[in-house]
């Protein structure tokens, strides 16, 4: 997600769009099957910042597939 954020202007509208949805995917997976072991079996800092990467990353997709969908429907 973070390398994602760091390129995706430099990205056309479309593939922008695309990547957020497969990469936010694949996150949403992740979060959704963790299964919340104990703090003291896992990195739950990793777990914790990845949980709010995501939330950022989601606010990005969902501008970037409004704009698409504004282009879109303006075309």
């Known amino acids: 997600m973070l390398s994602w954020l760091d390129d995706y202007a430099s990205k ?3 593939d ?3 990547e957020s949805f497969l990469i936010g995917d694949k996150v949403l997976h992740e979060i959704a099957y963790d299964p919340r ?3 003291e079996m896992i990195n739950s800092a990793s777990r914790q910042n990845m949980i709010e990467t995501m939330i950022h990353f989601n606010a990005v997709g969902r501008a970037i ?3 698409l969908i504004d282009k879109v ?3």
Do not use: F, I, Y
């Open 73 to 75: 429907g303006n075309d």
């Open 16 to 18: 922008a769009a695309r």
């Open 65 to 67: 597939w409004s704009e």
């Open 37 to 39: 072991l104990p703090g």
């Open 12 to 14: 056309n509208l479309q």
